[in-house]
C-alpha cells in the first residue's frame, strides 16, 4: 500500500474537491484533487489480486467500508475502469439503447456486463465500453453520483489532436493494451490488443501503422499504465520507436511520489 496526504490537505472540506477512483483486478487506487489549484491533496494505492471481474462488487464494498474518507462529499466524482471491450460510435450514429445492436457483432456475449458511454467531444463520438453489472449496482448503490469512465477517454480527453504530425498513445494492463491513433487533426483508430511478451506489442503497433501507412521513425509515442508488469517492456518501446515518452500527469504531484505509481495510475493525475 502507498499513501499520500498533502500538509494542507482537510477532509472536512472535501465537497469543494474532485474523488477520482480507479479500479482493476490489480486492486484499487484513488486521488482527491483540488481542480482550482490543480494540486494533488490525497493519494492511496492498494494492490490487491481478484480473480475475476465479477468479484470487482464484493472488493470495492470492503473497500467503501474500510476506507470512510470515500464517504465524503465531493464537487465531482469519477470511477476509472479500464475495459477491454470497448469500441468508439461516431455521434451521428449513437442512439439509446445502441449497444444491444453493435456489442453483439463485435464481443462475445457477456449477460453480466453492462455498457457504458462517454462523449468525446474533440472528435465527436461515443466511447461505448463494458463494465460489470455487479459492479455497475455496487457503484450506483454507494456513490450515485459517480461518473464512469474509461481512461482512455480522460487521456484522449487530455490530447491536442489539432496536429497533422501522427502520435500515438499507449495504455497498458496487465495482459492488455489500449491504443489511440492520431494523424491529420483526427482521431484515426482506438483498439484493445491481448499480449504475453513486449515483443507482441510491438508486433501489433507496427501492424496498425503500416495499415495506415504511418513509419514508425514518424511517430510520437507516448504510453502510461502498468508498464513493469512485462520485464524489458519500456526497452522494445525505446528499441523501436523514435524517443517514446511517458504520458505526463496534469496535475502538480509532489516528486517524492514514485514515478512508477503515476504512470500506473495516470487516469488519477490528468
Known amino acids: 500500500m502507498h499513501e499520500f496526504v498533502d500538509e494542507t490537505f482537510q477532509p472536512e472540506t472535501t465537497g469543494e474537491k474532485i474523488l477520482s477512483i480507479q479500479a482493476s483486478l490489480n486492486g484499487f487506487s484513488f486521488s482527491i484533487v483540488c481542480p482550482n489549484q490543480r494540486k494533488l491533496l490525497y493519494f492511496k494505492d492498494i494492490a490487491l489480486k481478484i480473480s475475476n471481474a465479477n468479484l470487482l462488487a464484493r472488493h ?47 464481443f462475445e456475449q457477456n449477460e453480466q456486463a453492462n455498457w457504458m458511454n462517454n462523449k468525446i467531444a474533440g472528435v465527436n463520438g461515443e466511447l461505448l465500453f463494458a463494465i460489470p453489472e455487479s459492479f455497475q449496482q455496487a457503484l450506483n448503490k454507494r456513490l450515485p453520483s459517480a461518473q ?68 514508425a521513425k514518424d511517430i510520437t509515442v507516448q504510453f502510461a499504465g502498468n508498464t513493469k508488469a512485462h520485464a524489458g517492456l519500456e526497452d522494445v518501446l525505446q528499441k523501436h520507436f523514435s524517443q517514446p515518452a511517458l504520458i505526463n500527469a496534469e496535475i502538480a504531484v509532489p516528486p517524492f511520489i514514485d514515478k512508477v505509481l503515476i504512470t500506473k495510475n495516470i487516469s488519477l493525475f490528468l
Request: no cysteine; charged share 15%.
Open 60 to 106: 470495492f464494498e470492503s473497500l467503501f467500508a474500510e476506507e470512510t474518507i470515500l464517504q465524503n462529499n465531493y464537487h465531482k466524482i469519477f470511477l476509472v475502469y479500464h475495459s477491454r471491450n470497448f469500441t468508439l460510435i461516431p455521434e451521428q450514429f449513437y442512439q439509446d439503447n445502441i449497444d444491444q445492436n453493435i456489442t453483439p457483432l463485435l
Open 148 to 215: 464512469i469512465i474509461h481512461p482512455l477517454y480522460r487521456i484522449i480527453e487530455q490530447t491536442s489532436i489539432s496536429e497533422a504530425a501522427p502520435k500515438l498513445l499507449l495504455l497498458f494492463g496487465t495482459d492488455h493494451f489500449s491504443l489511440a491513433l492520431f494523424g491529420q487533426n483526427e482521431l484515426k483508430l482506438i483498439n484493445n490488443f491481448s499480449f504475453k511478451h513486449p515483443n507482441d506489442v510491438v508486433y501489433f503497433v507496427l501492424t496498425v501503422l503500416r495499415q495506415f501507412g504511418i513509419s
